[in-house]
């Protein structure tokens, strides 16, 4: 049998709450499916803990600068797994949390993957599930690594909750997320190594503020090398060795961890856009002009600014359309900039749009 609902929302993160929270609001009836903790990456396993580790890393920053004020201290201790058992309090009862918000705002949450089995039509197990609109919020995961021995890499998720303390630590890439971990361990004491494979670190930020960055994270004793091609993560006695030429030379780095941080993809696991009907090059899913009917979305980490996940153009041949629904600034002002409807704000023009995102 058939379940129908105005909505049906994939994932419970950030976007997928937001789309829900204002479709409820307008009287809509909407089941969010979800497949992992309820609440996403951000308050579980992304910017929520992860502020946890920083707001100690900064603390030490802070005590190293003591001397500057004429303040003596002694050298501080952090005890690592107390840290770690105080960051998982962060995100312990979150996710049931969320589960009862969402239930008390009559928002019917059911568990398990979503597959598009038709057009609007998805299945979680052996439910089956029709809708108007459906929103594509399944947000994104961690970029997998095509190189020898990635099985041996750790992520985000897994330093999260790694109670020991590494004593040698190299990231492969020095994006955003690896860079603010990077200054974590360095801060704790591990001898943290970056492994980038382009020119230079945090490529879509400012040369002049990756410039500063670099500097600092190099007086903080991370080693930072840039242009490397890695060929390999070997186990050896002792640890790992990480494999790569830089400078046209062959080398070899030993550690105790190597962290993936070459940045995320979008998750689409499983979904069978095809069978959705939905049309898609890779994980860049096409989106419709926002003259045509909306039926279903995507949004979150989908539609990052700049939009590299969504190929905005008309479609051409008859296909349920995509659209947009409201998050964060950026992705409202991309969806205006890009001619898209959008759901939780409504706007018409990048004028209006830029007022609402206010
Ligand atoms: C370590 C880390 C630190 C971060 N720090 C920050 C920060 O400081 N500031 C910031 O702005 N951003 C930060 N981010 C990014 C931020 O977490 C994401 O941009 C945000 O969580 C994206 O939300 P979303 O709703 O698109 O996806 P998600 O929160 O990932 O939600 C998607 C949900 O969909 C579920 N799902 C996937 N496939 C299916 C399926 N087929 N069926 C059912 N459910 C499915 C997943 O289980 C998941 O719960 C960080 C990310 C990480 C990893």
Not at 53 to 80: F, K, S, T
Request: one cysteine or more; charged letters at 25%; a negative charge.
């Amino acid at each position: 049998m058939t379940e129908a609902y105005d909505a049906i929302v994939l994932g419970s993160g950030n976007a997928g709450m937001a789309a829900a929270g204002a479709l409820r609001a307008a009287g809509k009836s909407v089941a969010m499916v979800e497949s992992w903790d309820v609440g996403g990456t951000c308050p579980l396993r992304g910017c929520v803990p992860k502020k946890v580790l920083v707001a100690a890393a900064q603390v030490l920053h802070q005590i190293a600068l003591a001397p500057q004020h004429h303040i003596e201290v002694d050298a501080p201790r952090l005890d690592w797994a107390a840290l770690i058992a105080r960051e998982r309090g962060f995100v312990e009862g979150v996710p049931e949390a969320f589960a009862k918000s969402l239930e008390g705002r009559g928002i019917e949450l059911i568990r398990g993957r979503a597959r598009f089995t038709g057009p609007a039509r998805v299945a979680v197990g052996a439910r089956v599930l029709e809708a108007d609109k459906v929103l594509i919020a399944t947000g994104s995961k961690p970029r997998p690594l095509a190189i020898p021995g990635a099985e041996h890499l750790i992520t985000s998720e897994d330093i999260l909750e790694m109670a020991e303390l590494p004593e040698r630590l190299v990231f492969i890439g020095g994006g955003v997320i690896a860079l603010e971990f990077a200054h974590v361990f360095a801060r704790a004491g591990t001898k943290v190594t970056i492994l980038e494979a382009l020119p230079r670190l945090l490529p879509r930020l400012y040369p002049y503020s990756v410039a500063k960055i670099h500097a600092e994270s190099e007086r903080i004793g991370i080693e930072v090398a840039t242009g490397v091609e890695v060929k390999e993560i070997a186990k050896v006695e002792g640890g790992l060795e990480v494999r790569f030429v830089h400078e046209g030379e062959h080398k070899t780095l030993a550690a105790d961890r190597v962290a993936n941080g070459t940045g995320r993809v979008p998750d689409l696991d499983g979904l069978d856009l095809a069978a959705g009907g939905i049309e898609h090059e890779g994980t860049r899913i096409a989106v419709r002009m926002m003259t045509e009917e909306p039926f279903t979305g995507v949004e979150g980490d989908y539609v990052q600014f700049p939009p590299r996940n969504v190929i905005p153009k008309p479609l051409q041949k008859p296909h349920p359309p995509l659209w947009v629904a409201g998050g964060r600034r950026e992705t409202v002002l991309t969806a205006a900039r890009l001619g898209m409807g959008s759901l939780g704000f409504g706007f018409e023009t990048p004028e209006e749009a830029e007022e609402q995102a206010e």
